[in-house]
């Protein structure tokens, strides 16, 4: 989990308007939310302030899909409180309001996700925008109108609070599914999928403005288009239909890295690996998985016939032999048997999955894995992860061995005199590894070739080729 602050520094015109602060607490999904409300604030006038104190309001933006995220969003909602006294709540907590209006009385408003205008409402309310005639009001982000107010970047493409090398594009909001340990469907609602056609000019946009990487981001990737019944739109002399492929498809010509995320292990998944053997997707799945045993997946109620999983990764592997396949699970799930756990186990050891993230069960308010019995005691869950993570940390260390000697492509994000730290195909932005390269003259957003030459379990090192 993150938090995000926005920065923004002041000169005397900027404080003859009103300020915001924001705290942006959760997934990379909500990151998004955040900047489409910074987008809609900064196209009115409003500027950021880089603390509580200055800020005429506070934003929250709240994690609420385990109970400890709820306890640091608790905890940010009362720092920002203390330091100021003027917050508005919003985010998935915000679905459930009573936990927060009981804690948190004073609190000038609370919203749920995704509820953009309501959270620019109640900041109209506390700190009125500044009156110019001659603005409009920016309907979304990347749609803006040539404003004096919004920096040619942000005219382009709206506020983004990743560096600009690299951003999160998300295709559709909700979940079809009912896994039993997840009540993102109870907070977001059911899966509403963009048209694409808005999906393809937001990333134009993005790629036009200097993005070298799209992160393709949503609670189901692979199930886009269907609550829509794949609807077509016309584009460029042709049609094209919200439809996963369809999708991969007009990305990997839009001239830049792009990383799918969230997909799930459907049949029809198995279309785009043709596209990452060419080099027109980045070879790279993140697969949510979350466990192997038949009898804790029919406990958690996962889609996609996870039982054939394993010849699915088989097959995946064949048609891109690079692929970089990330996952996560959870150990400890209500009803796991130490015999489930060794499956698990014994899966792991014959997936040989590239990069993977492990979670102790937590129960969530409201979920309905917490009626499963019985509960696996904390001692147990604690003992399997390090157990899990150690197998992990041996197969990725085994494949970065590999690697040494090969040059690759890596993506700089930041760098110094002698070198820099950047991302190869296989790692994705905070969650992945890295790799330390050395060469001069590297800038944020360069993508240049390295020689690897040395790796430990999660990252590489390399030299730059000339």
Same mark, same amino acid.
Request: hydrophobic fraction near 35%; charge should be neutral; glycine fraction near 6%.
């Given at each position: 989990?993150?938090?995000?602050?926005?920065?923004?520094?002041?000169?005397?015109?900027?404080?003859?308007?009103?300020?915001?602060?924001?705290?942006?607490?959760?997934?990379?999904?909500?990151?998004?939310?955040?900047?489409?409300?910074?987008?809609?604030?900064?196209?009115?006038?409003?500027?950021?302030?880089?603390? %509580?104190?200055?800020?005429?309001?506070?934003? *929250?933006?709240?994690?609420?899909?385990?109970?400890?995220?709820?306890?640091?969003?608790?905890?940010?909602?009362?720092?920002?409180?203390?330091?100021?006294?003027?917050?508005?709540?919003?985010?998935?907590?915000?679905?459930?309001?009573?936990?927060?209006?009981?804690?948190? @009385?004073?609190?000038? $408003? &609370?919203?749920?996700?995704?509820?953009?205008?309501?959270?620019?409402?109640?900041? !109209?309310?506390?700190?009125?925008?500044?009156?110019?005639?001659?603005?409009?009001?920016?309907? $979304?982000?990347?749609?803006?109108?040539?404003?004096?107010?919004?920096?040619?970047?942000?005219?382009? #493409?709206? &506020?983004?609070?990743?560096?600009?090398?690299?951003? %999160?594009?998300?295709?559709?909001?909700?979940?079809?599914?009912?896994?039993?340990?997840?009540?993102?469907?109870?907070?977001?609602?059911?899966?509403?999928?963009?048209?694409?056609?808005? #999906?393809?000019?937001?990333?134009?946009?993005?790629?036009? $403005?200097?993005?070298?990487?799209?992160?393709?981001?949503?609670?189901?990737?692979?199930?886009?288009?269907?609550?829509?019944? %794949?609807?077509? /739109?016309?584009?460029?002399?042709?049609?094209?239909?919200?439809? /996963? +492929?369809?999708?991969?498809?007009?990305?990997?010509?839009?001239?830049?890295?792009?990383?799918?995320?969230?997909?799930?292990?459907?049949?029809?998944?198995?279309?785009?690996?043709?596209?990452?053997?060419?080099?027109?997707?980045?070879?790279?799945?993140?697969? @949510? /998985?979350?466990?192997?045993?038949?009898?804790?997946?029919?406990?958690?109620?996962? =889609?996609?016939?996870?039982?054939?999983?394993?010849?699915?990764? !088989?097959?995946?592997?064949?048609?891109?032999?690079?692929?970089? +396949?990330?996952?996560?699970?959870?150990?400890?799930?209500?009803?796991?048997?130490?015999?489930?756990?060794?499956?698990?186990?014994?899966?792991?050891?014959?997936?040989?999955?590239?990069?993977?993230?492990?979670?102790?069960?937590?129960?969530?308010?409201?979920?309905?894995?917490?009626?499963?019995? =019985?509960?696996?005691?904390?001692?147990?869950?604690?003992?399997?992860?390090?157990?899990?993570?150690?197998?992990?940390?041996?197969?990725?260390?085994?494949?970065?061995?590999?690697?040494?000697?090969?040059?690759?492509?890596?993506?700089?994000?930041?760098?110094?005199?002698?070198?820099?730290?950047?991302?190869?195909?296989?790692?994705?932005?905070?969650?992945?590894? !890295?790799?330390? *390269?050395?060469?001069?003259?590297?800038?944020?957003?360069?993508?240049?070739?390295?020689?690897?030459?040395?790796?430990?379990? %999660?990252?590489?090192?390399?030299?730059? *080729?000339?």
């Amino acid at each position: 989990m993150t938090a995000t602050t926005v920065k923004k520094k002041k000169n005397t015109k900027e404080q003859e308007s009103p300020t915001v602060g924001i705290v942006s607490l959760g997934c990379p999904k909500a990151l998004v939310d955040t900047e489409r409300i910074l987008t809609q604030l900064r196209s009115e006038g409003y500027q950021l302030s880089p603390n %509580y104190e200055d800020a005429n309001v506070v934003i *929250v933006n709240t994690c609420g899909f385990l109970d400890s995220a709820k306890e640091e969003s608790l905890e940010a909602i009362g720092e920002a409180m203390a330091a100021n006294g003027k917050v508005i709540v919003t985010g998935c907590m915000g679905a459930e309001p009573e936990q927060i209006m009981k804690k948190y @009385p004073k609190v000038l $408003a &609370v919203t749920g996700p995704q509820q953009y205008e309501a959270v620019v409402s109640e900041v !109209h309310k506390v700190a009125p925008a500044p009156h110019d005639p001659f603005v409009d009001l920016v309907p $979304a982000p990347g749609e803006a109108r040539k404003t004096s107010r919004l920096s040619e970047v942000e005219q382009s #493409v709206g &506020v983004k609070l990743t560096p600009r090398h690299y951003a %999160y594009l998300k295709i559709s909001e909700g979940c079809n599914n009912r896994c039993t340990f997840c009540i993102i469907p109870k907070l977001r609602g059911d899966l509403v999928s963009r048209p694409i056609i808005q #999906v393809l000019a937001e990333a134009e946009r993005l790629v036009k $403005a200097g993005t070298k990487e799209i992160l393709v981001i949503s609670q189901d990737t692979s199930a886009y288009g269907i609550d829509s019944k %794949y609807q077509a /739109f016309p584009y460029k002399n042709r049609t094209v239909r919200t439809k /996963f +492929i369809e999708l991969c498809k007009e990305l990997s010509e839009i001239g830049a890295w792009t990383r799918l995320h969230y997909v799930y292990p459907y049949p029809h998944v198995d279309e785009v690996f043709p596209l990452m053997q060419e080099g027109k997707l980045l070879p790279y799945i993140d697969s @949510p /998985f979350q466990h192997a045993s038949p009898a804790v997946l029919k406990n958690m109620r996962r =889609p996609a016939h996870q039982e054939k999983t394993l010849d699915r990764i !088989h097959g995946w592997r064949k048609a891109a032999p690079d692929l970089t +396949i990330r996952s996560t699970f959870v150990v400890g799930f209500p009803g796991e048997t130490e015999e489930d756990f060794q499956f698990l186990l014994d899966w792991m050891q014959e997936a040989q999955l590239d990069r993977v993230g492990c979670f102790k069960y937590e129960q969530v308010t409201g979920a309905e894995s917490n009626k499963i019995q =019985p509960h696996v005691p904390e001692e147990v869950k604690e003992e399997r992860w390090h157990r899990f993570m150690a197998l992990q940390q041996g197969i990725s260390a085994a494949k970065l061995q590999k690697k040494i000697g090969r040059e690759m492509l890596v993506l700089i994000d930041s760098a110094g005199k002698q070198g820099g730290l950047g991302r190869s195909s296989a790692d994705a932005p905070e969650i992945d590894g !890295h790799v330390k *390269v050395t060469g001069k003259n590297l800038k944020p957003g360069d993508i240049v070739k390295v020689k690897i030459t040395a790796a430990d379990e %999660y990252d590489l090192e390399g030299k730059v *080729v000339a």
